[in-house]
């Protein structure tokens, strides 16, 4: 069970940070990643970390702005965002057991977080 938090608004160039805290499965030698879905767009692969090597993989868009980061004490995923633009509101959603390559087969979906950025 996923469970996202730090979601909220904020204005443009500003920055938040998001948790996703594992409370059923170890998130060891897992892709874990972060997706966005704003109105009337597709869900969409934003950045995505292997808990096991370190690996990160972000979308072109966030790219220098965001950072993944895996805590294995926490047993969480966190996501720094910086430099938010109004393009970044979404509902933010934390997702496990997939392939950080292909953005597909993430099995475990966390209930998702508003990020909302004005201008």
């Known amino acids: 069970q996923l469970v996202e938090s730090g979601g909220g608004l904020v204005q443009a160039g500003g920055s938040l940070r998001l948790s996703c805290v594992n409370r059923g499965l170890n998130f060891d030698d897992y892709a874990i990643a972060w997706f966005r879905q704003a109105p009337g767009k597709e869900r969409e692969g934003v950045a995505c970390?292997?808990?096991?090597?370190?690996?990160?993989y972000y979308a072109h868009s966030v790219k220098g702005r965001f950072t993944i980061t895996y805590d294995k004490a926490k047993n969480s995923v966190e996501m720094t965002m910086s430099s938010l633009r109004p393009e970044d509101t979404a509902v933010y959603y934390c997702?496990?057991?997939?392939?950080?390559?292909?953005?597909?087969?993430?099995?475990?979906w966390g209930q998702g977080t508003q990020v909302t950025v004005s201008a």
């Open positions: 970390i292997r808990s096991g090597s370190g690996a990160t």
């Open positions: 997702a496990a057991e997939g392939n950080c390559g292909t953005w597909a087969m993430f099995d475990a």
